[in-house]
T-cell receptor, first 112, second 111 residues
Framework: DQQVKQNSPSLSVQEGRISILNCDYT??????FLWYKKYPAEGPTFLIS?????DKNEDGRFTVFLNKSAKHLSLHIVPSQPGDSAVYFC???????????FGKGTRLHILP | DAGVTQSPTHLIKTRGQQVTLRCSPK?????VSWYQQALGQGPQFIFQ???????QRGNFPDRFSGHQFPNYSSELNVNALLLGDSALYLC??????????FGSGTRLTVV
């Protein structure tokens, strides 16, 4: 039972263009959503988050959008840079407990 | 600040054996969670420790157990290893206010 779904295993984007990573969730009790970035041989690194009371959160080149009615969120990276090549995990949590539920990840390749 | 440190980085064990993985949380962090990341999957929550007690547990069998010490460091123990236990095991820590910081993980291979 996959509560957080990332349906694109990989994505290739030209350097300088916008990268859009998508994520769907099924549990309506999730009220906090996170994106993590992972390089090989390293642990996941927190990137950006959004509370369910918001529909957008922006931090530099990274923006996360939340559509609660569709149970969908997306991460926009603009402009994309070579160092953005990594695996991106969408994750969600319910404030009633402390565990984070992760998607399977999307591998982003930024092409020169 | 050393962040979250895990040891060992890599480990090879035989089916049926037992393994202990170790985690030192980031300085000032008192809550530790363990995750299992199988190949091609996202991390899956195993359990969480706070004040030396297991506070939450994911959908993992009793073969998976843990411990937290007074200095907040933690161990993950897996008994009767199966081939399917081969994975990257991640430790994450946080304090009362902040989000989780993840370690680089221990790569366990069961043969």
């Amino acid at each position: 039972d996959q509560q957080v779904k990332q349906n694109s295993p990989s994505l290739s984007v030209q350097e300088g263009r916008i990268s859009i990573l998508n994520c769907d969730y099924t549990n309506s009790m999730f009220d906090y959503f996170l994106w993590y970035k992972k390089y090989p041989a390293e642990g996941p690194t927190f990137l950006i988050s959004i509370s369910s009371i918001k529909d957008k959160n922006e931090d530099g080149r990274f923006t996360v959008f939340l559509n609660k009615s569709a149970k969908h969120l997306s991460l926009h990276i603009v402009p994309s840079q070579p160092g953005d090549s990594a695996v991106y995990f969408c994750a969600a949590s319910d404030s009633r407990d402390d565990k984070i539920i992760f998607g399977k990840g999307t591998r982003l390749h930024i092409l020169p | 600040d050393a962040g979250v440190t895990q040891s060992p980085t890599h480990l090879i064990k035989t089916r049926g054996q037992q393994v202990t993985l170790r985690c030192s949380p980031k300085s000032g962090h008192d809550t530790v969670s363990w995750y299992q990341q199988a190949l091609g999957q996202g991390p899956q929550f195993i359990f969480q420790y706070y004040e030396e007690e297991e506070r939450q547990r994911g959908n993992f069998p009793d073969r998976f157990s843990g411990h937290q010490f007074p200095n907040y460091s933690s161990e993950l123990n897996v008994n009767a290893l199966l081939l399917g236990d081969s994975a990257l095991y991640l430790c994450a820590s946080r304090d009362a206010r902040g989000g989780y910081t993840f370690g680089s993980g221990t790569r366990l291979t069961v043969v």
